[in-house]
């Protein structure tokens, strides 16, 4: 016996406070510096889309502050161009890498994960707080892409030694995308393709290899980890989801990884992985001048192609544990069984493979071939049949059901409105025929924002009000909270729903305005609408943050289980401890989601909970619903 | 919800919720039951370190796939595309990892069957061969420097730096941890514990090891067998 407890494995809590809240190895810390980190990512990122749509709607305009802090990308506090381009590039970057990769993922899956599954922590935590602090990392390196692009000060230092930063902008240019040839010339091609390009191309290249180390621990620990009883079909849907992404994360992001080295080469390196031979760049031939060397033979395309395979796995990386989240949180609070929870768990696998064939979509106009277009048009509508099987499970989870509409609830239902009304515009999106007009319009950005920005942002709201109180012990205010929702939701839907609307008038995407152009002139009382709407709805989101930090100090004790809900997490104390459950493993004897069974005493039966009769023998009988 | 009760019997089989018919308690999970409700023991190391390592080898696999379809789109997207002639002493640096893999596969089975001492001097010559095979690259990249030919030279050329120089960081990881094993492998208290650790880690060093050995071949192959 002796020889059996040395061979167990378990950390005392630490008790300092480095160890206990900073290089914390807790997969339950971890995850709230997760979260932290993606609500501070979000501040920055929300702003920018409100200096854009500042810059839209009173085009023109003197900013006297914006002069005042970027005093060479807002001149006299009027936006150039180049510093709205710039704005756009760190929205998206900031946005997709920092928010919604990180939060779903590495904030409540890291928490929630182990615990769902009945383990201690994560199968490899040093490498757990590792992949934290390397993506804090790349955060900080983002952030110095601003600075030292948007400073002239810093520009003339750090960013000299770094490949010349121009100093007008507050970022690199060149969108999220960071397209080639104009990615890969460096200063040459322009204001903020300098430093600023460098700082975040290894910036991207950090986030990865964080990504990855997280991505590797989430596999290991749901195939190694799982206690007594907890069998893959008995996991709940938010496992699966996170499960599905971290595989997505694991195999995309290395992709990412190689071209950000290719695109960083052709930079610092001078090699012509991506430039084209006899470019003419800022009225300088190739070759011509020693800050254009000669370069030949390389393909912008291929970028393209390594960025997208990359980049469409990733819309579903941000999306899928909203979809997990959201499933968990209909069933609970419809008080009923998901819905096909096997169509459900079939249907995350189904988005996540076919999501790794369709990255051809977002290329329709870089003059592929029409067959392998058709293929991927084809193969991307299909993509539609796991989403519905997906969607009607939530209507089929809520049909009948006995709603409890707290905030959480909410949200998820928002959750299923978003990726529906968002969603649907991707098969408007897929046909080649009608993506070849709609391309690089407003209505592209009004479908992703909705479906892989609002819906997924829409999912970890859900997440937050759900969880909140096992993670901090505390409720959220729910009459905050749905004053929260309602405005949030009517918000987004005025803000995205309109600029479906302007692309179809043919308004293009990354304009910084739209005075010169006649034929948009009449749209200007839309884009308004859309600027006022948009900055209501960041507004409200100050009750988010007030609530959160409030509830988190002052907000009512929560029990152990608030939700009467049945998965492990809700078996233990509110927070939980250290190693999750004080050293004994729970044994799982039923589903995770066994709500108004037939004949039990209560409404819902913990994952935890023994048989009535206290029999094991439950192998034989078919579902009886 | 009335509606949807189709049986009126007591309620003593789990009835909804998606779970499958599996047995319960002591089944299914990967982690095995150890008797009364305790802690369980965490004898899985072994197995959790091989997942993990697995796992993280994909994602390898993925990043030198997508580096390879660069390869092969460059290589056809233009006419500047003029292979390298193969330097020599590559095929002195394939032997020297090919028979790495080799030592380190001893010293795996040493270790397992309890032979630390043996253990330890394979482990010390695959760290002298992967040393071996890392400076006779950067041999090769001195005697192709020597003759002009450097990263921006020409496309294949870019390539082959790019390609040997990812393996050979991946390698270079590789032989941290070997050194770390090194370091280990010295006698020490609760020796047990500890060789069930080594065992662990040695197992997953060596599945990575084979992969960086495979992984070399098919690169060489593909830089220089391959039109």
Redo the contacts between chains.
């Keep these: 016996m002796s020889?059996?407890h040395?061979?167990?494995?378990?950390h005392p809590a630490p008790t300092g406070f480095i160890r206990k809240y900073i290089f914390s190895v807790d997969h339950k810390v971890i995850g709230i510096q997760y979260i932290l980190l993606a609500l501070a990512a979000v501040l920055v990122g929300m702003s920018m889309s409100v200096l854009m749509r500042m810059n839209l709607s009173w085009p023109g305009t003197n900013w006297p502050i914006l002069g005042t802090l970027f005093p060479g990308g807002a001149p006299g506090g009027m936006m150039t161009p180049e510093f709205y381009l710039s704005l756009v590039t760190m929205h998206g970057t900031i946005m997709v890498f920092f928010v919604l990769t990180t939060a779903p993922q590495g904030g409540f899956g890291n928490y929630f994960l182990p615990i769902q599954?009945?383990a201690?922590d994560m199968?490899?935590p040093t490498l757990n707080m590792l992949s934290f602090w390397v993506t804090l990392l790349g955060f900080i390196v983002i952030l110095a892409a601003i600075f030292v692009e948007g400073n002239p000060t810093l520009a003339a230092g750090i960013g000299a030694s770094l490949g010349g930063a121009s100093g007008v902008t507050v970022g690199p240019i060149g969108g999220w995308t960071g397209y080639a040839p104009l990615s890969a010339l460096g200063k040459i091609a322009g204001p903020g393709q300098g430093a600023g390009m460098n700082l975040w191309i290894i910036s991207i290249a950090i986030f990865c290899v964080g990504s990855?180390l997280g991505?590797?621990?989430f596999?290991?620990t749901l195939?190694?980890?799982?206690?007594?009883?907890?069998?893959l079909?008995?996991m709940p849907l938010t496992c699966w989801a996170w499960f599905t992404t971290a595989v997505l994360a694991?195999?995309?992001?290395?992709?990412l990884?190689?071209?950000g080295?290719?695109l960083l080469?052709d930079r610092v390196?001078?090699?012509?992985?991506f430039i084209?031979?006899g470019l003419y760049v800022s009225g300088i031939l190739s070759g011509q001048n020693p800050n254009f060397?000669l370069h030949?033979?390389?393909?912008p395309i291929?970028w393209q192609?390594?960025f997208w395979?990359f980049g469409h796995p990733e819309v579903y990386i941000a999306i899928l544990p909203g979809m997990g989240a959201t499933s968990h949180i209909l069933s609970t609070f419809a008080r009923?069984?998901?819905f096909?929870?096997?169509a459900?768990v079939f249907a995350i696998f189904a988005i996540g493979l076919l999501g790794f064939f369709v990255w051809g979509h977002h290329m329709f106009i870089s003059g592929m071939s029409p067959y392998s277009a058709m293929t991927f048009s084809i193969l991307t509508l299909s993509i539609g049949v796991p989403s519905a099987v997906k969607t009607f499970n939530w209507l089929g989870t809520l049909w009948?059901g006995?709603i409890r509409f707290t905030t959480a609830m909410l949200f998820a239902i928002g959750f299923v409105s978003l990726f529906v009304a968002g969603g649907i515009t991707g098969l408007v999106l897929g046909q080649t025929s009608l993506d070849l007009p709609m391309h690089d319009t407003y209505f592209v950005t009004a479908h992703f924002h909705l479906v892989m920005g609002v819906a997924s942002i829409f999912g970890m709201f859900a997440a937050t009000y759900f969880w909140f109180p096992k993670m901090f012990g505390r409720m959220m205010s729910e009459g905050i909270g749905k004053i929260h929702f309602w405005i949030t939701f009517i918000g987004v839907y005025c803000i995205f729903v309109p600029m479906h609307t302007m692309g179809i008038v043919g308004m293009p995407r990354r304009f910084s305005q739209f005075t010169e152009y006649e034929y948009l002139k009449s749209l200007h009382p839309l884009v308004m609408f859309v600027s006022v709407a948009a900055i209501a709805t960041v507004l409200v989101q100050v009750l988010f943050y007030f609530n959160f930090f409030w509830s988190m100090f002052k907000g009512k004790k929560a029990s152990d289980n608030p939700w009467e809900a049945?998965t492990l997490e809700w078996d233990i104390p509110s927070p939980p401890p250290h190693d999750n459950f004080a050293?004994?493993?729970p044994?799982?004897?039923?589903?995770?989601?066994?709500?108004?069974?037939?004949?039990?005493s209560r409404d819902y039966m913990m994952q935890s909970e023994p048989?009535?009769?206290g029999?094991?023998d439950?192998?034989?009988?078919?579902?009886?619903? | 919800m009335a509606t949807m009760v189709t049986s009126t019997r007591p309620i003593i089989k789990k009835s909804a919720g998606g779970g499958p018919k599996v047995p319960g308690p002591g089944g299914n999970g990967s982690r095995k039951p150890n008797g009364d409700g305790d802690l369980l023991p965490d004898d899985s190391r072994s197995r959790r370190y091989r997942i993990g390592m697995w796992v993280g080898l994909a994602s390898i696999f993925m990043m030198f796939t997508s580096l390879t379809s660069a390869y092969i789109v460059r290589a056809a997207s233009a006419n500047d595309w003029k292979p390298l002639p193969m330097p020599k002493i590559l095929l002195v640096s394939t032997g020297l990892i090919l028979i790495s893999s080799v030592t380190l596969e001893l010293a795996r089975r040493r270790l397992k069957a309890g032979r630390q001492y043996h253990y330890a001097q394979f482990l010390v010559l695959t760290m002298a061969l992967g040393f071996g095979f890392l400076f006779t690259q950067l041999n090769a990249w001195r005697e192709l420097a020597r003759q002009g030919v450097y990263v921006t030279t020409h496309p294949h050329s870019s390539f082959f730096y790019l390609l040997t120089g990812a393996h050979g960081v991946h390698l270079f990881g590789g032989l941290l941890a070997i050194i770390y094993l090194c370091i280990r492998s010295r006698p020490r208290p609760k020796a047990d514990l500890a060789a069930a650790k080594s065992l662990a880690a040695v197992d997953a060093l060596t599945i990575y090891w084979h992969f960086m050995d495979g992984l070399w071949l098919y690169l060489f192959l593909l830089l220089f067998f391959w039109r």
């Design positions: 020889a059996t040395e061979a167990v494995h378990r599954i009945g201690d199968a490899f990855l991505a590797l621990n596999i290991t195939l190694n980890m799982r206690t007594r009883g907890m069998s079909m008995r694991l195999l995309s992001f290395p992709v990884l190689g071209g080295v290719l080469l390196a001078d090699t012509s992985f084209p031979g060397p030949s033979g390389g393909s291929l192609h390594l395979f009923k069984p998901v096909g929870y096997r459900m009948g006995r049945t050293g004994i493993a044994t799982v004897y039923r589903g995770p989601y066994e709500f108004a069974v037939p004949g039990a048989d009535a009769e029999t094991t439950n192998g034989d009988n078919g579902h009886k619903h």
